[in-house]
């Protein structure tokens, strides 16, 4: 295993800049950001798909330093009921799969996206919770036959044709927000699709994650490395499904933490022999959302927890004592 970072969290740097601060922060792997949530200086998207020189250069820059580019993040919601907003994910995840086979990866990352309603007149997304009324019901039943299945079948199409397999990251607020839906899609529509598995969003939901770990195993293609923190006072008393903004941290169920400040050592070393345990050997990517700290502690924090938790050479072939 390799320890790396979404470079989204460094956007203000150029490239270069940004792979030198990677590299002395004992990171070995870099996750671009080639998202619809707008453009980053470290994925150019459009120049790269122009031109094989600058692509050549990205990947020299990349090797000069020791490190690999793990996936292209192509997070967007190209179900969303605003034909435009669809559109433009929708595009920013076909380019991101043609760019990923042109750079030599295998794999991107996204969103499995949320429709709207029925009606055709929705202009957001609705994300049912419960099954009643059941009007919910139906509502979930047709997001998923009406628009979910189709086009991520013609999508996982698309994405084997370059060699490519798309990694979701489970995020309430979307379809595959959970292990279960993760699986229905990628029974439904492709052996491609698989998890870009991040613990953050599974804590809250009272998932645990080194369960949902093996409960997806053979199907993980990438992992972010992003802690959360549940607040026992104000869950007991209002429950986790807090649509308060971020910002408001002494007021929220929960937040997004550094690894570590969330849960310990004991959870992250079990996450990351459960990985092992399940075929995974690629990268854990941290991705820093720590309203608390800085962006250059918070990934120099983590980093520092992980590094002796990663397990990085081989699983042995043979036991001396077996």
């Not at 150019?44 to 996936?71: C, F, N, Q």
């Not at 995840?93 to 750079?103: M, N, S, T, V």
């Amino acid at each position: 295993m390799k320890l790396g970072v979404l470079t989204a969290a460094f956007g203000n740097m150029p490239f270069e800049a940004m792979l030198d601060t990677v590299k002395a922060m004992g990171l070995q792997a870099v996750e671009l950001p080639a998202s619809a949530y707008g453009t980053s200086p470290h994925c150019p998207v459009g120049d790269l798909l122009k031109s094989s020189s600058l692509r050549k250069r990205w990947l020299d820059e990349t090797a000069k330093r020791g490190l690999i580019i793990s996936s292209l993040s192509c997070h967007g919601n190209p179900l969303h009921p605003d034909p435009a907003y669809a559109a433009n994910s929708d595009a920013a995840l076909r380019k991101g799969i043609i760019l990923a086979q042109k750079l030599g990866l295998d794999r991107v990352n996204g969103f499995s996206g949320c429709p709207g309603d029925q009606t055709g007149k929705s202009r957001v997304p609705n994300w049912v919770t419960c099954p009643w009324p059941p009007d919910f019901l139906e509502l979930v039943a047709w997001q998923w036959e009406k628009k979910a299945l189709p086009y991520w079948s013609r999508m996982a199409k698309f994405a084997a044709d370059h060699g490519v397999k798309i990694g979701f990251e489970m995020h309430p607020g979307f379809l595959v927000y959970n292990p279960e839906t993760l699986l229905r899609l990628r029974a439904e529509c492709g052996d491609n699709l698989g998890a870009n598995f991040d613990p953050s969003h599974l804590f809250w939901q009272g998932i645990d994650p080194v369960e949902a770990v093996r409960a997806l195993a053979g199907c993980i293609w990438h992992v972010h490395a992003k802690d959360c923190r549940v607040e026992p006072a104000v869950a007991r008393v209002h429950g986790v499904l807090d649509t308060k903004h971020y910002g408001d941290e002494f007021n929220r169920a929960w937040v997004f933490r550094t690894c570590g400040y969330g849960h310990g050592e004991s959870f992250w070393r079990d996450f990351v022999s459960a990985l092992r345990l399940s075929g995974y050997d690629h990268v854990l990517s941290i991705e820093h959302e720590d309203s608390l700290m800085t962006t250059t502690e918070g990934i120099s924090k983590a980093a520092a927890f992980l590094q002796g938790i990663l397990i990085r050479e081989p699983k042995p072939t043979a036991m001396h004592w077996a």
